[in-house]
C-alpha cells in the first residue's frame, strides 16, 4: 500500500505527542491512495485504506482548470461514497490529525497562524477555503480567492472536506514536523 510505513511513523509521533487517553485518527492523503490510521496505543489499532489520492481524484475528474461545476460534483459524489464506507471503522471521541505538507498549506491558505506544535485547522475554516474555490470554478480568478490553480490542490482540500464533514471532526490538528526515517 503506498506509504503505510510512512503513515505508521507519523501515527506514532502523533501518539506520543498526544498525552490524554483518546484515540487518534491520522489522515494521509496520498497521490494515488490515502489511508486512515487509528488507534489508542502507541501501534494503530486499524489501518484504513481509501481508493483515492490527491493526484488520482484531480487526474480522473479534473479535466479543466479550473475544474467545471459538473466535474467538481462527480468528484465529490465520488469522494463522499469512499469516505463514508469507512463511517463504522473509525473510532469514536477519536481527535484528527495530519503531518501532510500540503494539507499545511491548506491551512495557511485558510489564515490559520502556525504555533509551536503546527496548526489547528476547524471545519468553518476549511469550509471557507472550500468556498474560495467554488468561487473560483464559478469564475472568480483563483489570484483574487488566494488559492493556487492546480488540480492537486483542489482534490487535496474536496477529500480532507469531505473525510471532516462525514466524519463530524470540527477541527485537524496539523503537525509541523516531518515523520523520521527509519
Known amino acids: 500500500m503506498e506509504n503505510e510505513t510512512l503513515a505508521r511513523q507519523s501515527y506514532a509521533q502523533v501518539r506520543q505527542r498526544v498525552t490524554a487517553p483518546v484515540p487518534v485518527t491520522l489522515l494521509?492523503?496520498?497521490?494515488?491512495?490515502?489511508?486512515?490510521?487509528?488507534?489508542?496505543?502507541?501501534?494503530?489499532?486499524?489501518?484504513?485504506?481509501?481508493?483515492?489520492g490527491f493526484g488520482k481524484t484531480g487526474e480522473t475528474f479534473f479535466k479543466h482548470l479550473p475544474p467545471t461545476p459538473d466535474e467538481m460534483e462527480r468528484a465529490i459524489?465520488?469522494?463522499?461514497?469512499?469516505?463514508?464506507g469507512i463511517r463504522h471503522d473509525l473510532?469514536?471521541?477519536?481527535?484528527?490529525?495530519?503531518?501532510?505538507?500540503?494539507v499545511a498549506e491548506i491551512a495557511r491558505i485558510s489564515g490559520v497562524k502556525e504555533e509551536a506544535d503546527g496548526w489547528r485547522l476547524s471545519q468553518d475554516e476549511m469550509e471557507r477555503t472550500f468556498k474560495r474555490l467554488e468561487q473560483v470554478i464559478f469564475g472568480s480568478p483563483a489570484s483574487w480567492e488566494g488559492i493556487p490553480l492546480t488540480r492537486d490542490f483542489a482534490a487535496r482540500l474536496l477529500i480532507l472536506r469531505e473525510f471532516m464533514h462525514h466524519h463530524s471532526f470540527d477541527t485537524l490538528a496539523i503537525m509541523s514536523y516531518p515523520p523520521a526515517a527509519t
Open 28 to 52: 494521509y492523503i496520498g497521490e494515488q491512495r490515502s489511508l486512515v490510521v487509528c488507534g489508542n496505543e502507541a501501534e494503530p489499532a486499524v489501518v484504513l485504506p481509501l481508493a483515492m
Open 91 to 102: 473510532p469514536a471521541g477519536s481527535l484528527l490529525f495530519s503531518v501532510d505538507p500540503g
Open 77 to 84: 459524489m465520488a469522494v463522499e461514497d469512499e469516505v463514508i
